[in-house]
């Protein structure tokens, strides 16, 4: 009994020194620039940008020089700070594809099945099997990724309100027609 409590903590020593070599001699360094744009995305997962997750939208940013400004849920905000870590300029608002909207579950006929909580990337739904869900408006990004996976179709969503809260000045577009010349 002891020769084999021996005999396993060698061997994982052994196999512990092995890892530890092997993480020292073929570690690979990250894309810098990637990681400090994942940092400023604010990793709801939600594919509104055209990419499964955050990462593949800042590596696209990073390496196929996608625009900034595709990021819903980081508004406006993190367009511009995504835009001045890459020396650009921000002259346009963030792209939505439709106006900002939030999620509702129709109360009457929810069954509680949990596949919309499950499919949520940004925890806004809250309930229990079996029971009533309801969504955290506060919370929810507007990505209808809770839709699809409901048997019973009672998610809907809703358009927000334009409020003196939520309201954004849209950027100043610029007409070619007219030049200013210097004399």
Known sequence: MLTAIIALTILAAIAGLM???????FHVEGDPIVERIDSLLPQTQCGQ???PGC???????????EITNKCVPGGTITAIAISELLGKKALQPVIAKSLPSKAIIDEQNCIGCTLCIQSCPVDAIIGAPKQLHQVIASECTGCSLCIQPCPVECIH??????????????FPEVNSMYHLTTI
């Open 19 to 25: 890892l530890g070599y092997a993480n020292i001699k």
């Open 49 to 51: 940008c055209g990419y």
């Open 157 to 170: 969503m809703i358009p927000i309100p334009v409020t003196i809260t939520n309201w954004q000045w849209p």
């Open 55 to 65: 990462r593949p939208y800042a590596e696209a940013i990073a390496n196929h020089n």
